[in-house]
Each structure stands twice: as structure tokens, then as C-alpha cells.
């Protein structure tokens, strides 16, 4: 059963935007989403959090200043703004979420694919001159 479902995905050119969505099909209301990529033949990693406490973002160094993540919670959505975006940003990304991820912790684990229970199916993003 698909939980969350992205979209935004596609094809653009080196120095190019692409905003990512993700509605969530899950009832309630999560305390942190994120998005995570993954490239071919390399491990998934935490691209963005956002912890809804304090309405806190947290940054992978290698997407800090160009990416923004934010939350529309009247409408269960997350949203993935990139914007100057590269080659090596070229991967599939997968929004995940929670509803019990702890704030003291978060600083700390957000970028750890185990602290989200909930995920989408990803979508590609191409960046291709």
C-alpha cells in the first residue's frame, strides 16, 4: 500500500529548478518528513528534514543554500524546492515521514533512513545538459 506519493520529478538542465511534492494517504499528523535520493550504485541519503516542533529544517552540506524543504499541513503535503541544481544531484527521491520521531534526537537522526516509518515510491530526477 503506497503511503506517501511524490511528484515533480523530471528532466532538467545543470543550473535549472524542480520543485518535489509529497501528499501523504496516511491519517494523522507527522512530526517529521524528509526527503531522501538515491543514486545508481550508491547508498540512499538524507537530502532534507523538517521537524514540525520549532518548524525546523535540517540540510545534507552537499544540498545546504539551494534546496528548501516546507510543509503544508492543511493539505498533508511536502514540498522539495532545488534550485541551482547539478549533475550529481541526479538520482531517484523518496519523501519519508513519521508521526513519533523524538526532538531531541532529530539534529541528530534525521538524515538516518531508519527513523521513518512512512515512504513513497520516488521519483526521478534527471539533471542533463
Known amino acids: 500500500q503506497v503511503q506517501l506519493v511524490e511528484s515533480g520529478g523530471g528532466t532538467v538542465q545543470p543550473g535549472g529548478s524542480l520543485r518535489l511534492s509529497c501528499v501523504s494517504r496516511?491519517?494523522?499528523?507527522?512530526?517529521?518528513v524528509a526527503w531522501f535520493r538515491q543514486a545508481p550504485g550508491k547508498e540512499r541519503e538524507g537530502v532534507a528534514g523538517?521537524?514540525?516542533?520549532?518548524?525546523?529544517?535540517y540540510y545534507a552540506d552537499s544540498v545546504e543554500g539551494r534546496f528548501t524543504i516546507s510543509r503544508d499541513e492543511s493539505k498533508s503535503l511536502v514540498f522539495l524546492q532545488m534550485n541551482a541544481l547539478e549533475p550529481e544531484d541526479t538520482a531517484v527521491y523518496y519523501c519519508?515521514?513519521?508521526?513519533?520521531?523524538?526532538?531531541?534526537?532529530?539534529?541528530?537522526?534525521?538524515?538516518?533512513?531508519?527513523?521513518?516509518?512512512?515512504w513513497g515510491q520516488g521519483t526521478q530526477v534527471t539533471v542533463s545538459s
Open positions: 519519508a515521514a513519521d508521526f513519533s520521531s523524538r526532538w531531541s534526537s532529530y539534529p541528530y537522526t534525521w538524515h538516518d533512513a531508519t527513523t521513518y516509518k512512512y
Open positions: 523538517h521537524y514540525y516542533s520549532g518548524n525546523s529544517a
Open positions: 496516511v491519517s494523522g499528523h507527522f512530526n517529521s
